[in-house]
């Protein structure tokens, strides 16, 4: 009981170990299994040893990140689930996967476009300047560019401009486990970033034995949408409803000093007929039998044409992903590689989304103190859609249910035909007709990313007490991006009639006749540095003692430049350049644009726990959180975050542990305070260089004011209370918890 020996088993579980003359029996333990105490005999060098399993969940290791937590210390609202073909089902990636999977965590996507990231709320919304989304952990080490953007009205519709989270290039089919932390108890050790909750991800690693070998592939069927319920208007009804809105009499403002103005627009098929033989007066007066026959049969050809959107617009799609991983090892190397495809194609034809990823970790025991391990997650995604346009057409979701269904996108030999009626104006523009058909031949947006995560990890464990790790992180994420509009494309044509202006009695385009071409290149790095240590002990066999602290440093760059030229001929690769009306409305236009940002934090963090008679439990934790974002008065330069908690284990309780059908049932208590950034303000002045006209011919640089100056800009603090019953019973076939949040 005082002595301390490891070994390793084999891929059969055999063991040797060599013990001292005194000791006269091996205690054994492992988690989620019954201690054994076995007794040694004289003379006898063999024995045989089976461990039970526990029928209480208890003695499972818990992930923070940080440390190695046994559940039965848990004080905090931290849930796991593991990650199996079963829970990941059909995604494709780690943050779309835990939808439904985990109580008190809200996810939802996006949009439906192939790899379009999750939106994840833990127990909803704790921020009101800064960012929403929790903090993504691989491995130990945080990751940045994990952010999604908010959705609002400006963007709703604009499916193709969603960026991916850094998450989504890490395959589902290397990841071990996923950890939930909550509550304040749970992520106070994470700091200023962890408001929000915090997701653990932890991969799988090589195993002592023989080499083993997986090969899976998976091939997933996505039938076409089904919109019949939507209950959209049929050709007739549609035709219909517009000679009914023609008929409201317009109405004079300006005691008749103006043309009266129509209740509502006049557009649409029937408006143009109606303009085209100039009969529109003349059906407010009389109605339908003021048509002419000619209008007549016109408007009457309108209700025969039923054009089903949702089966000209979708398809059904098939995804195909493919993975293969070797893992093994010895007492002195363990090792883990896998290889993964995934060609995930949307709905809609020519979206789609292509992953390649590779993960490589090794583990050298060096010698019985030192361990060092090495991981890398490497992975290049290609994502193919469309470009979108002001109004958000070519979204099919969205023009599906706008468009007539009187129109038809071609004619008898082929040709496209124009929509001129889903553009938000009063009027009809016979310039800026839109056919989602063309839109698609002659526009293309492409996106790659190329992302590596690489870990190095030291440990010096002295003994079974003391314990050293330090961990290095770097993250490198690179988006190569690319946007055309051909000069075909409504896109074009709608940017070119919008930008036009009259100089010297002539119109001109400031745009020039051909087509767009936008590249994006940027850049997110972040290394960090992370050192603490670990204590713990159990005296007298009641007092469990565990202390951690330590400390990290981290630091990150974002690195974007964006180029964009029109005129663009992609058979000659040229461009031409814009035609502008003066100096000013140079000025106005940005076609290249760089920008770079640069962030440092100093942490320093200590958590601790102690445990009495394994009923009541007690933990706390604290961190410091420094960053050049808050450096200007130095009473605020740090923000202290803290959380204290406890647990009383009433199963182990006498009075309780009398009910042998009780498996668990515990008390949960505590309080945190936690804090967030708003990357968005400043304690400096910020300002950007612009020019301005003081005089014709002349212009002066100036400096626009976006913020003003404030030393006293704090960290974002929330506080958060957690109140929380465990138990199960019947040897964990019924088990709930209950939390309460005052």
């Known amino acids: 009981s005082q002595t ?11 063991f040797s170990i060599s013990i001292p003359e005194k000791v006269t029996r091996l205690h054994c333990s492992y988690i989620g299994f019954e201690e054994q105490d076995i007794v040694l005999q004289a003379g006898k060098d063999t024995y045989r040893i089976v461990l039970q399993a526990s029928s209480h969940t208890l003695g499972d290791v818990v992930v923070t990140g940080y440390q190695e937590l046994e559940r039965r210390k848990l004080t905090a609202a931290i849930a796991k689930v593991d990650v199996t073909d079963g829970m990941v089902g ?54 940045e560019g994990t952010d999604i953007p908010e959705i609002n009205k400006d963007n709703d519709n604009d499916i193709v401009n969603m960026s991916q989270s850094s998450i989504a290039g890490l395959s589902p089919n290397d990841i071990e486990s996923i950890t939930i932390l909550k509550d304040a108890a749970a992520t106070a050790i994470y700091g200023a970033r962890a408001a929000n909750g915090v997701i653990v991800v932890t991969t799988k690693r090589g195993k002592t034995g023989k080499p083993v070998i997986n090969f899976n592939t998976k091939l997933t069927y996505t039938p076409n949408l089904n919109t019949s319920r939507l209950n959209l208007l049929n050709s007739e009804e549609k035709v219909d409803l517009e000679l009914q809105l023609l008929k409201e009499a317009r109405f004079e403002i300006l005691w008749g000093l103006t043309d009266p103005i129509p209740v509502f627009p006049e557009k649409g098929k029937v408006a143009a007929i109606m303009k085209q033989y100039n009969l529109i007066d003349i059906y407010k007066e009389q109605g339908w039998n003021g048509l002419t026959p000619e209008a007549q049969n016109a408007i009457n050809k309108l209700k025969t044409i039923n054009t089903d959107w949702n089966d000209i617009l979708f398809r059904d799609a098939f995804t195909q992903e493919y993975n293969f991983s070797i893992s093994g090892g010895s007492e002195k190397v363990t090792y883990y590689n896998s290889l993964g495809y995934v060609k995930e194609n949307g709905n809609v034809p020519g979206v789609s989304m292509s992953r390649f990823n590779l993960t490589s970790k090794t583990s050298y025991q060096i010698n019985k103190i030192l361990k060092i391990g090495m991981s ?43 929509d001129y ?15 989602i058909f063309e839109e698609r031949a002659n526009t293309n947006k492409e996106s790659v990313t190329t992302a590596i995560n690489s870990i190095f990890d030291v440990q010096l464990r002295f003994n079974d007490q003391w314990k050293v790790y330090s961990q290095i992180g770097v993250q490198w994420d690179q988006l190569s991006q690319e946007e055309y509009a051909g000069i075909n494309s409504y896109n074009i044509r709608n940017i070119r009639e919008n930008n036009k202006y009259w100089k010297d009695g002539v119109q001109t385009y400031l745009i020039p006749e051909g087509g767009m071409l936008k590249t994006t290149n940027s850049t997110t790095s972040q290394l960090t540095w992370k050192i603490q240590g670990e204590y713990k002990n159990t005296f007298g066999d009641i007092h469990d003692i565990q202390i951690m602290a330590g400390s990290e440093i981290r630091k990150n760059w974002a690195d974007n430049q964006a180029s964009t030229g ?155 209370y957690n109140l929380g019953i465990d138990f199960s019973v019947l040897n964990q076939a019924v088990s709930y918890t209950h939390l309460t949040l005052p």
Do not use: C, H
């Not at 301390?4 to 055999?14: A, E, N, R």
């Open 566 to 720: 029109y005129g663009y001929d992609p058979k000659k690769l040229t461009f031409q350049n814009l035609i502008f009306k003066d100096e000013a409305q140079a000025n106005d236009w940005n076609l290249k644009t760089k920008s770079y940002k640069e962030n440092a934090f100093a942490s320093f963090f200590a958590n601790g726990s102690y445990t009495l008679m394994n009923r009541y439990t007690l933990g706390g934790s604290v961190r410091m959180d420094g960053s050049d974002l808050f450096g200007v008065d130095k009473k605020y330069r740090f923000l202290p975050i803290y959380s204290v908690s406890g647990l009383w284990r009433l199963s182990n309780e006498s009075f309780i542990r009398q009910y042998k059908w009780v498996d668990n049932l515990a008390l949960r208590l505590s309080y945190g305070l936690q804090g967030n950034i708003d990357k968005g303000t400043s304690p400096f002045l910020v300002g950007k260089y612009d020019n301005v006209n003081i005089l014709p011919g002349y212009s002066e640089e100036n400096i626009i004011i976006n913020s003003a100056p404030n030393s006293k800009l704090r960290w974002e603090k929330t506080a958060s």
């Open 4 to 14: 301390s020996l490891g070994t390793i088993t084999d891929m059969d579980g055999k």
């Open 421 to 435: 009626d889903v553009v938000r104006s009063n009027e009809t523009d016979e310039k800026q007709g839109f056919n």
């Open 90 to 143: 059909a995604a494709k990636s780690i943050d779309q996967a835990l939808a439904g999977q985990i109580a008190g965590v809200a996810v939802t996507t996006t949009s439906g476009a192939p790899g379009a990231p999750a939106r994840i709320r833990i127990r909803g919304t704790a921020s009101l300047n800064g960012t929403q989304d929790p903090l993504w952990v691989l491995d130990g080490i945080p990751l």
């Open 376 to 418: 890398i997650f490497a992975n290049r995604r290609k994502n193919n859609t469309f470009m979108t346009d002001t109004y958000g057409l070519i979204n099919p979701i969205y023009y599906s249910r706008i468009a007539n269904p009187y129109f038809a996108p071609f004619d008898e030999q082929g040709n496209y035909l124009y």
